[in-house]
Every structure is written in structure tokens, then in C-alpha cells.
């Protein structure tokens, strides 16, 4: 009996061990089975507070590409300053990012440009990237880049004949411009192009921080300005709550570049979605993930416009919203 003891106890000894074996080579084999984490980094000119990277997380899932599963997402913001950009791009390429999304204006996609030509970049912004040289071509863009141009800065022109519309009684208008804006000399040239169609004078005011778009707000409303334009801006967007209460605080009808402002209390937007403008930016990220070049994807070019109303606000400053611009709108905030 005591010799069948000792058998018995080495029998289930060298099974223990056995089965140590087993779970060990499970846990190899089940780490081997483990998606690999690619790391993208995510940097805007603005805030966190802007819907942006829910669409490129959008667009990253349709791609094939979760977040916290088999990518990572390194996210930077600039808060509207512009000088921080190189710095934070340089963080993100010390991290060995596999992509570098440039969004939020086209000083961050020509800062990613200066900072790295060897990691891929998917830029979105409202500029002509030929312009800016970006790419070589829309169709063949050449080198490392490529993206996402939805046109908003060339659309100054096509809001202020809305606002007409909107506000026919107006005997002056108003525009609200970003002088650092690498985009402000087109701005100003479209905006007086839509100025001699609208045979109105127009007071362009400058602002680039907190302090100078109160003042200019404060001038507008003392020349009793009859509608103000805001130009599209990264900064301005990520000033958009207290812009829009400007507005409502001095009854300056006022039109802007995204729906995200109407929502805020905007009397009327027209431009692209934003939130659909990077999830095309982050489906191209995740083809590059899975080995397309960039210099082969061609830039997306967004062609839906979107016009949204706020009706509430318009009630209150006491406009009514004809119904040919009701009948024309994407949107009617009720």
C-alpha cells in the first residue's frame, strides 16, 4: 500500500506538471491569436470638444480597425494655437505612429509635411491642398500624403448671399475673419467678390484670440451692423459656444460654416459635415493600416453642402425665414 502511494503521488505529480505545460503553451498560442495594436496618432489645430475624431473613429471601424482592440490612438490638440503644432507632431513621430492624422486647418497638415516626409499622413481641412502643395495631384497625390478637402474657406462668398436671404433688410454686413489663417487671403478676395453682388458695405473685422472677438463683436453691434459673417476658422470653431452667445447678446443675425453652430444657438450654417469629412479620413488612414500608399489614394473631395436653420433663433431675433429658404434648407432647428 505504501509503495502504490508513492506511484499514485508521482502520477499526479507529473500530471500537475503536464498540465502546467498545457496552459502554458494555451496562453502562448492565445497571446499568438491576439490582434496586433497599430498606433495612429491623431492631431487638430483645435479642441477636444470638436466632433472630429468621432468621425475618423467611424471611419477607422469601417476600415476594419476598432479602438482599444487592434489600434491605438494617440490624440493631440493645439487649443487654436497654431505654434504648438510642430512640437506635438514631433511627440507623435518619437511614438513610431504607423499613420498621422492632420486635421482641424492646413497649418497642421503642412506642419506634418515639414516634420516628417517618411510617415503617412491623411490630412483633412477646408483648403485646395494644390494650392498649399500638399500633393502633387488630387487623382495621384504623390509622396506621403493624402486626405480629405471638404473646400470651406472657398465658400465666404456663397454664405453671405444666404444671409441676404436670410436677412433682406440688412443695409450693412459684417465679417468676422482669422487673420493667422493660412487661408485669410482667399477669404478676404472671395468675400469681396460676394460683396459687389450684394452692392452692401462690408466691415471686415479681425480676430485671433478671445479679447479681439469680443471687441469686434462690441463694434459691430455700436455701427448697428445688419448681419455678420463668420468666416470658416479652426479657432473660431472651437470658440463656437461663446461666439454664437456674442451674437445672441447683441441680436447680430449671424451665419457660419458648420451645423455645429446652429446646434449651438446659430441663426444659419452651410458648409460640409464635419463628421463625415473625417470618417472618409479615417477610412483612408485604416487602407493605409492594411499596406496602400497614400500616393496612391486620391484625395477625397467632399461635394454635399449642408444648409441648416435654426428657426428658434431666428424667431427671436425676429426674422422671418421665407419659405423658398425653408423648402431650401437640409436642416430646420425647431
Do not use: C
Amino acid at each position: 500500500m505504501k509503495r502504490s502511494y508513492f506511484v499514485s503521488a508521482r502520477l499526479r505529480r507529473r500530471t500537475f506538471i503536464a498540465l502546467l505545460g498545457g496552459a502554458s503553451a494555451w496562453a502562448v498560442m492565445a497571446r499568438a491569436q491576439q490582434p496586433e495594436v497599430s498606433v495612429v496618432g491623431f492631431l487638430n489645430s483645435g479642441t477636444a470638444r470638436s466632433p472630429a475624431a468621432t468621425g475618423f473613429r467611424q471611419g477607422l471601424s469601417q476600415a476594419g480597425f476598432d479602438e482599444g482592440r487592434n489600434v491605438l490612438v494617440e490624440y493631440r490638440y493645439a487649443e487654436g494655437h497654431y505654434d504648438r503644432l510642430p512640437a506635438l507632431i514631433a511627440d507623435l513621430v518619437s511614438r513610431k505612429v504607423a499613420v498621422l492624422a492632420a486635421g482641424g486647418g492646413v497649418y497642421t497638415a503642412l506642419a506634418a509635411k515639414t516634420v516628417s516626409a517618411n510617415i503617412p499622413v491623411v490630412f483633412a481641412n477646408g483648403s485646395d491642398p494644390l494650392r498649399f502643395g500638399l500633393v502633387e495631384s488630387l487623382n495621384r497625390p504623390g509622396g506621403n500624403m493624402t486626405g480629405v478637402s471638404f473646400f470651406t474657406a472657398t465658400l465666404e462668398a456663397k454664405r453671405l448671399g444666404l444671409l441676404k436671404e436670410l436677412v433682406p433688410t440688412a443695409r450693412s454686413f459684417g465679417v468676422l475673419i482669422n487673420p493667422t489663417n493660412a487661408n485669410a487671403d482667399t477669404q478676404l478676395k472671395d468675400i469681396e467678390e460676394g460683396g459687389r453682388v450684394l452692392a452692401r458695405p462690408i466691415a471686415i473685422m479681425k480676430a485671433s484670440d478671445d479679447r479681439e472677438i469680443e471687441a469686434a463683436f462690441d463694434v459691430m453691434a455700436q455701427q448697428q451692423t445688419g448681419a455678420v459673417l463668420v468666416a470658416s476658422d479652426p479657432f473660431f470653431f472651437g470658440r463656437r459656444e461663446k461666439i454664437v452667445a456674442l451674437a445672441g447678446h447683441h441680436r447680430l443675425p449671424t451665419i457660419y460654416e458648420w451645423r455645429e453652430f446652429a446646434q449651438a444657438g446659430g441663426l444659419a450654417s452651410y458648409g460640409t459635415n464635419i463628421l463625415e469629412a473625417y470618417r472618409f479620413a479615417g477610412i483612408y488612414a485604416g487602407r493605409i493600416l492594411k499596406g496602400e500608399k497614400p500616393s496612391d489614394l486620391p484625395v477625397v473631395q467632399s461635394a454635399k453642402f449642408e444648409f441648416v436653420i435654426n428657426l428658434q433663433t431666428a424667431k427671436a431675433l425676429g426674422i422671418e425665414v421665407s419659405l423658398g429658404l425653408s423648402a431650401g434648407a437640409d436642416e430646420i432647428i425647431e
